[in-house]
C-alpha cells in the first residue's frame, strides 16, 4: 500500500510491484485512520532491527501466562534490546500484536500474541 499526499504515484511504480507478485494499492491520506497511519509510521522506524532470543522468549512466555500485557509491562522485560525497538520489531514480524486504531502506542496499549 502506497499512502500518497496530492500527486498520484509515477505509473511505473505499480507495474514494477505487480511484477515482484505484490498487490499493490494506492490510497489517499484521506482513506487511512490518522491514528493508525502514526501509529504504523512509528512503528517501521524499527523495521529491520534483530530481537535477541532471551528477549524474544522473556516477553512470549509472558504473554503466554499473561494472555495481554501494557506495553509499559512488555518494556520492563526487555533486556538486551533497547525496550521499544524490540517490542516495535516483534510486532513488524508477527510476533506480537498492537492496538493501532484506538489511539497512538503509549504505556496503556494492549499487547497480545499474534495470531493470524
Known amino acids: ?9 509515477p505509473a511505473w511504480i505499480g507495474s514494477a510491484v505487480t511484477h515482484q507478485g ?3 494499492q494506492e490510497v489517499t491520506r484521506g482513506d ?37 500485557l501494557s506495553v509499559a509491562d512488555c518494556l520492563t522485560l526487555f533486556r538486551e534490546n533497547r525496550p521499544i525497538e524490540g517490542l516495535a520489531n516483534m510486532a513488524l514480524e508477527r510476533f506480537v500484536s ?11 496499549t494492549s499487547v497480545r500474541k499474534f495470531s493470524s
Do not use: Q, W
Open 98 to 108: 498492537l492496538d493501532l486504531d484506538t489511539a497512538l502506542i503509549g504505556p496503556e
Open 22 to 24: 505484490f498487490k499493490y
Open 32 to 68: 487511512v485512520d490518522p491514528i493508525r497511519l502514526k501509529n504504523c509510521k512509528d512503528l517501521i522506524h524499527y523495521a529491520g532491527r534483530e530481537v535477541t532470543l532471551g528477549d524474544r522468549v522473556r516477553l512470549m512466555a509472558a504473554l503466554e501466562h499473561e494472555g495481554t
Open 1 to 9: 500500500m502506497d499512502v500518497m499526499s496530492r500527486r498520484p504515484a
